[in-house]
């Protein structure tokens, strides 16, 4: 009988640990009790989707171990080595809550030669990107919102600006720096919410047309051969009057907030034939040119006249079992959560490329 082969998880461990995140967000407004129980609630998740993506693996007949990243390089590349992987499953998001590290531990992978799962650092650099995201999507002429880049709030009176706007930090995500505040109808407020946001985020400001619609995501499997999984709508219709219907940071984190209340996921979502493929070619392809490899999210809007704007394409987006749209999207699909992880693997061996 053939050895069994032999997965390594690698995960984050402060990679959702939000508080820290929420505190920027909120500012810094959180008690200690609710960032105490916050940090309870989510180790005990990230414990619980380790575990599960565990038992899933050796189900499949995997031998599966962990290692958890750090930002002591040798420890971490010592204990993979040793490991001795067939291949690394990549739940790391982050190094100590810093995102740009993402790219760079997939890099560590391919300085010891391990195959792994999702995106190599380069797509994963460029995702991360909201500027370089958008610059190759339009190369590609896939459907993009008009944008500009802010520095300082001044720049407000010299550039050539369509409203409403809405205004985001570039290098966040996860709705970071977004808020049912940060669509701007004119000059004024824009200035006003940008010094802000400058003084608060130390980056550059993304600021785009905001697109007024419905909002989508498509959860694709594959690399070569790719398979896009049930559109996925997210329902503002309960918003009340005063809300704007957008997935703010309430929205995606505070649930007992009015926005978090009101945007819920539904999948598949209730749209024509045309639609459906229209979003799910447009997802495809955007995956493609970004050179996303195994798994990844597309989130998009369609405007009243049905044309298709990508917001953001996500190649390393939240596969936990129970709450993420990619579990959901898998489930609509008629899969259980195991022949999500196991597809998700299988395509990480078979590629031709480590
Ligand atoms: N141009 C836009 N038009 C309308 N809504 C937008 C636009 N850009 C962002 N949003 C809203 O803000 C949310 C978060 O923006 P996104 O660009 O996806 O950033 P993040 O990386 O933080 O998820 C989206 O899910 C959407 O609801
Ligand atoms: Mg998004």
């Known amino acids: 009988m053939s050895r069994k082969k032999k997965v390594v998880i690698v995960y984050d461990e402060a990679s959702l640990d939000i508080s820290s995140e929420l505190e920027l967000a909120l500012n810094g407004k959180i008690s200690d009790q609710v960032r105490e129980a916050m940090q309870d609630t989510s180790t005990i998740s990230l414990v619980e989707q380790v575990e599960t993506i565990s038992e899933v693996l050796i189900e499949y007949g995997y031998s599966v171990s962990t290692v958890i990243t750090s930002s002591d390089i040798k420890q971490m590349t010592d204990k993979l080595q040793s490991e001795k992987p067939d291949l690394v499953f990549n739940f790391c998001e982050s190094i100590e809550g810093n995102s740009f590290q993402e790219m760079n531990v ?28 958008k610059q190759i999507l339009s190369f590609h ?67 785009e047309e ?76 955007a995956y493609e040119v970004m050179g996303c490899r195994d798994y990844g999210r597309v989130d998009m809007r369609v405007d009243k006249n049905g044309n298709v704007f990508v917001l953001e394409v996500n190649a390393n987006p939240d596969l936990s079992p129970s709450g993420s749209g990619f579990a959901r999207s898998a489930n609509a699909f008629g899969w259980t959560y195991g022949q999500l992880i196991n597809n998700i693997v299988e395509s990480a061996f078979k590629r031709h490329i480590a």
């Open 106 to 133: 997939a890099g560590l992978y391919e300085l010891l030669n391990i195959r792994y799962t999702g995106s190599n650092p380069l797509t994963l650099g460029s995702c991360l990107d909201k500027v370089r995201t």
């Open 210 to 285: 905001y697109i007024e619609g419905r909002e989508f995501n498509v959860a694709i499997v594959g690399t070569e051969e790719l398979l896009a999984l049930p559109v996925s709508e997210i329902d503002f219709s309960t918003m009340p009057d005063g809300y704007n219907h957008i997935v703010s940071y309430e929205a995606k984190w505070i649930p007992e907030s009015i926005e978090y209340k009101n945007t819920v996921p539904v999948c598949p979502a209730r749209i024509s034939q045309r639609l459906q493929k229209k979003l799910q070619s447009t997802a495809m392809r």
């Open 141 to 207: 002429k896939i459907g993009i919102t008009p944008f500009r880049v802010f520095v300082s709030p001044d720049e407000v009176v010299r550039k050539k600006l369509r409203f409403p706007v809405i205004a985001k930090p570039i290098h966040e995500d996860a709705s970071i720096g977004i808020s049912n505040s940060s669509i701007l109808h004119d000059r004024d407020t824009l200035q006003r919410h940008l010094a802000e946001l400058l003084k608060k985020f130390s980056q550059p400001i993304l600021v």
